[in-house]
């Protein structure tokens, strides 16, 4: 049985469309990305990583927030899209791009933030929860996760965005931060720490 959906069906989608989710014209997206960001706890990151990256759209605004960023995706049009986009920002030489998929042996690092946006939910359950405590136990000590998915079905996929939540959320290691959710899409933030409030770790006063 197949644990993920096979790279040629992603291949396909790019063969027609560049863009094919319109991820750098849709104010959906825009929107998306600037939510993800907002929940990110920490202003600055050193080494990112994120799985999935298409055209680079969130790579580009990943690339602001951290000093490096190394992002994977199983099509080779998708990373000819993000190569071109990431030259055009400025910042094609902070990050690292190569086709990988997210099941695979994660590379080095180490990272102090995971991206996983529109995703986890390409890998069946039982595989993206071996994926998730494999890789998830060699990033840094008081990383964080952030995961943002879709909420409505879409029938190739194996798992539902919630359903893909609920694996991720239940990773060893992970504790949850906050969430964001409407019928669209659901953001989750993690860390691999104490779980402590941005205000706590800020000495804000009253915050425990
Ligand atoms: C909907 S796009 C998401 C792009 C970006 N992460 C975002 O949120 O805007 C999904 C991307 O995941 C890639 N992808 C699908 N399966 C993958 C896998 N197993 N490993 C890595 N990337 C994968 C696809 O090629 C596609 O470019």
Redo the contacts with the bound molecule.
């Keep these: 049985m197949s644990t993920?959906?096979p790279?040629t069906?992603?291949d396909e989608?790019?063969a027609g469309d560049d863009d094919?989710?319109q991820?750098s014209t849709r104010w959906y997206?825009q929107r998306?990305?600037g939510i993800t960001l907002a929940m990110l706890p920490n202003p600055r990151y050193r080494h990112a990583f994120?799985?999935?990256?298409?055209?680079g759209?969130?790579?580009e605004l990943l690339a602001q927030r951290c000093d490096h960023v190394t992002a994977?995706?199983?099509?080779e049009a998708?990373l000819r899209g993000a190569g071109m986009r990431l030259r055009q920002a400025g910042c094609r030489d902070r990050v690292t791009l190569s086709r990988?998929?997210?099941?695979a042996a994660w590379p080095a690092g180490p990272f102090d933030l995971l991206?996983l946006?529109?995703?986890a939910y390409?890998?069946e359950a039982d595989h993206l929860a071996q994926v998730l405590e494999r890789e998830c136990a060699r990033l840094q000590p008081d990383a964080n996760v952030v995961a943002?998915h879709w909420r409505h079905p879409v029938a190739d996929y194996p798992l539902s965005g919630d359903a893909a939540h609920e694996v991720i959320a239940a990773t060893p290691g992970l504790t949850a931060l906050g969430r964001y959710r409407d019928r669209d899409v659901v953001v989750e933030v993690f860390d691999t720490g104490d779980g402590r409030s941005v205000a706590a770790r800020e000495d804000v006063p009253g915050a425990r």
């Design positions: 993920r959906l790279d069906y992603f989608i790019y094919p989710w991820l997206e998306k990305y994120e799985p999935g990256c298409s055209i759209t969130l790579t994977v995706d199983v099509a998708a990988a998929s997210v099941d991206v946006s529109e995703v390409y890998l943002a």
